[in-house]
């Protein structure tokens, strides 16, 4: 079963069948991961919350230390379970983003004074892990030690400039390479672990924000979009904004860790 949240609208829904699961008044939503019961951890406003679909039950698990404003944008998890969080201001102020990390005796501050941080990605042999920094159009990869949970050596891998797209959503497949969503580019690019760009597959919508693969072979993508911001003329010659979409691909995702804890 696959589940997406609408961020802006405070909402979590199950994909197929499709169905709402939750609905939070005044709240954003962001960042999603399941952990090994099959229950679903997503940050809502400040909070740190759980959500069981079978039950429907709903639990806070902690306050985040974010700002006033500031919220979760996207979610991953390590080999070892832990929660990796980057966070944005609603109005995108550079500077104000952070990555947390979060395990089950807290949650610490791995980076700060960020942009607007969004996909994070951790290497097969988690030696890696990749970072989206949409309004800078860059993605970052930091030496990691999966013992630790420390990264290091940060360094750019990829620019977007001077393209008008902004890295979004990421993915890794089981050869290594990066899946990005491209807001305001009407596309997803997969580019290679060295920075080199190998393909582009262009979509029916312009912002397209996050994707992940799913299905049991993990060789379906699924590719999310947004509506936000256009008028209704825009909305005239985009029909599908807002759409998820699903693409079969030749390559499998890579595996996927759950929380654990």
């Excluded at 009407?186 to 029916?204: C, F, H, M, R, Y």
């Amino acid at each position: 079963t696959g589940y997406v949240l609408d961020t802006l609208c405070g909402t979590l829904w199950q994909c197929q069948p499709h169905q709402l699961q939750y609905h939070a008044e005044n709240s954003i939503l962001g960042g999603l991961v399941a952990d090994a019961q099959g229950r679903l951890i997503f940050g809502q406003n400040q909070f740190l919350m759980r959500f069981t679909p079978h039950t429907q039950a709903i639990e806070t698990l902690c306050v985040l230390p974010l700002a006033i404003d500031e919220h979760v944008n996207d979610a991953c998890c390590d080999a070892f379970g832990r929660l990796w969080l980057s966070t944005k201001q609603r109005d995108c102020q550079a500077g104000k983003g952070q990555l947390l990390c979060v395990t089950a005796t807290g949650c610490r501050v791995v980076l700060n004074q960020l942009s607007v941080p969004n996909g994070m990605a951790f290497s097969a042999n988690q030696q890696s892990f990749y970072l989206v920094e949409s309004a800078q159009q860059q993605i970052w990869v930091y030496n990691f030690s999966i013992e630790t949970g420390e990264i290091s050596q940060g360094r750019q891998l990829i620019d977007f400039q001077p393209q008008a797209a902004y890295p979004d959503g990421l993915a890794l497949d089981n050869k290594g390479q990066l899946w990005i969503a491209h807001w305001a580019g009407a596309a997803v690019s997969t580019w290679s672990e060295t920075g080199e760009l190998q393909d582009k597959i262009n979509l029916p919508t312009n912002k397209i924000t996050s994707l992940c693969f799913a299905g049991e072979d993990l060789k379906t993508l699924w590719i999310s979009s947004a509506r936000k911001d256009l008028s209704p003329a825009e909305l005239e010659k985009e029909p599908l904004a807002g759409q998820l979409f699903q693409l079969n691909t030749a390559y499998r995702g890579a595996e996927r860790h759950l929380l654990q804890w």
